[in-house]
C-alpha cells in the first residue's frame, strides 16, 4: 500500500513538473514576441492613471521651471524657452536609450530597479540645484557663502546657464 501511494505521488511529482516545463516554455514564447494574454480594464485603467500622474507632476513641474526661470533668475523668455526646449531635446533622445537599456539589463536588482535607483538619484541631485542654487541659504551680499553655491540665482552668467542647462538635462535623463 505505502508502494502505490509513493508511486501515486511520483506520477503527481512528474505531473507538475511537466506543467512547469510548460508554463515555462509558455513564458518564454511571450518573451520571444508570441501573443500574450490580454490585460483587464482594471490593470490598463490603473497603468494609465499611473501615466497621467507622471505627466501631471512633469507639466507642473515645467511651469514652475518657467516661472522661476523668468521671475527668480530673471531670464529672459527666449532664454527660458530655448534652456526648456533643450531639457525636453535630451529627455526625447534619452527616454528610448534609457528603455532600451533597461530592456536589456540583467542583474541582481532586475532589469529595471537599477535604472529607476539611477533615476532617483540624478531627479533628487538636480532639483534642489535647479531650484535652489543654494542650499546653505546665501545671498549675494554674503562673500563666503555665495562661492559655496552651484548655482547662484542672482547671477545670469553663461556659466550659470550653462549649469541650469547641465541640471536640467541631467534632471531628464533620470525623469526619463
Known amino acids: 500500500m505505502d508502494s502505490e501511494r509513493l508511486l501515486g505521488e511520483a506520477e503527481t511529482s512528474d505531473d507538475s513538473r511537466a506543467r512547469a516545463d510548460v508554463e515555462g516554455a509558455a513564458s518564454s514564447n511571450r518573451d520571444e514576441g508570441a501573443a500574450a494574454e490580454p490585460l ?96 546653505l541659504g546665501a545671498t549675494q551680499d554674503s562673500p563666503v557663502l555665495s562661492k559655496l553655491c552651484i548655482l547662484s540665482p542672482w547671477d545670469a552668467s553663461r556659466r550659470n546657464v550653462g549649469l541650469l542647462i547641465l541640471f536640467i538635462s541631467i534632471f531628464q535623463i533620470g525623469w526619463a
Not at 523668455?77 to 528603455?99: A, F, R
Request: charged share 10%; aromatic share 14%; with cysteine.
Open 40 to 135: 483587464g480594464w482594471h490593470l490598463v485603467f490603473s497603468y494609465g492613471l499611473g501615466h497621467v500622474l507622471n505627466d501631471l507632476s512633469a507639466s507642473i513641474w515645467f511651469f514652475y521651471a518657467v516661472l522661476y526661470s523668468q521671475q527668480v533668475l530673471d531670464l529672459s523668455e527666449k532664454l527660458t524657452g530655448g534652456i526648456i526646449l533643450i531639457g525636453q531635446t535630451v529627455d526625447g533622445l534619452t527616454t528610448p536609450l534609457v528603455g532600451y537599456a533597461s530592456d536589456h539589463t540583467r542583474t541582481f536588482l532586475g532589469a529595471r530597479k537599477p535604472w529607476h535607483l539611477l533615476g532617483v538619484v540624478c531627479v533628487a541631485f538636480t532639483f534642489p540645484v535647479i531650484f535652489g542654487g543654494c542650499m
